[in-house]
């Protein structure tokens, strides 16, 4: 009988420790730029969590989650591809890479395939690197996908 009382107070403690931090993440809101992996310089390194974010000025940064921000004067996104089989083993293999050059290097930003389009409006880049993956879809195209 004390074990079905033990845990009930266990229950209920867990839940008002559970809602006190959904309040406080709602009360801070929703941070700023566009959640994603980045690889610095492009092809070696590792892989680091953090967001990019655009200022409505036209600067773009990345900014790590641990590390001072990494300014990328000059960005232009040169190309999008999916993960190879090493990559997704460190990133999410659903995800979508977007190779940048800038004026200090290169830099290479895995983001989600739903924030691509978000990616690709705040990281000026060439027509190619919104062709075909802008959307998500693969190389293939809809007709691919169709049988015809």
């Known amino acids: 009988m004390i074990e079905f009382v033990f845990l009930a107070a266990l229950a209920a403690a867990t839940g008002w420790l559970i809602r006190r931090k959904h309040r406080e ?3 801070a809101g929703r941070p700023q730029g ?3 992996m980045a690889r ?3 092809g070696a390194g590792r892989w680091r969590a953090g ?3 655009a200022d409505p000025a ?3 940064r990345w900014v790590p989650g641990r590390g001072e921000p990494v300014a990328l004067p000059g960005v232009r996104a040169t ?3 999916p993960p190879s089989v090493k990559e997704g083993l460190s990133i999410n293999p659903g995800s979508r890479i977007v190779a940048c050059a800038y004026e200090g290097g290169a830099i290479e930003i895995a983001v989600m395939a739903l924030d691509l389009r978000e990616l690709l409006e705040a990281v ?3 027509g190619d690197a ?3 993956d802008a959307r998500g879809d693969d190389a293939r195209g809809d007709d691919a996908r169709d049988g015809g």
């Open 130 to 132: 919104r062709d075909g």
């Open 124 to 126: 000026p880049g060439g």
């Open 34 to 36: 566009i959640p994603g």
């Open 40 to 42: 610095n310089p492009a």
């Open 51 to 53: 967001r990019v974010c």
């Open 79 to 81: 190309g999008v591809r």
């Open 25 to 27: 993440r709602t009360a």
């Open 58 to 60: 036209g600067e773009v």
